[in-house]
């Protein structure tokens, strides 16, 4: 049901823009809702020569286990920046910053999280491996380029 509820929003609601791989290997950005933002990041070519990755995120559930996926799979990479509005309903950057405080149950739910569906499918291990090798750095209603491209630069120093 949730997959095919998805599919149909792709059409409804189309959202070309989803990431842009950069030059860089240490530092990813998701800017959650703000797709605004994340057309500037990807239109800064200084700042895409020291980032891995920018992308949105809108879902607390698939969406976080895309973002555990890249993360575990790119050993490099050290700094994920959340920045940009929260989407509403989801609240998907406040479940990510859950994620990385508090890991998950038995069962794959998001502790404390007040999402309305924060339950993945990553397994406990993947989990703690996002937990321990990534640094959350929370950034959730920044939506100033500079302010980002500002914040970027201290972590490059």
Known sequence: MENCIGEICKYLFP???????????????CTLSSIRLLREISNDTKLMNELAIVGRLLSENKGIDEIINYCNGNRQLEHLVICGRDSRGHRAGES??????NGITK???IINSSSPRPQLRSSYQEVELFRKRITIHNLIEETHLKRVRSFVDELIQ
């Open 96 to 101: 990510l910053i859950a994620l990385s405080r």
């Open 15 to 29: 959202i070309k823009d989803e990431r842009y791989v950069g030059n860089g290997s240490k530092i990813a950005i």
């Open 107 to 109: 069962d794959g739910i």
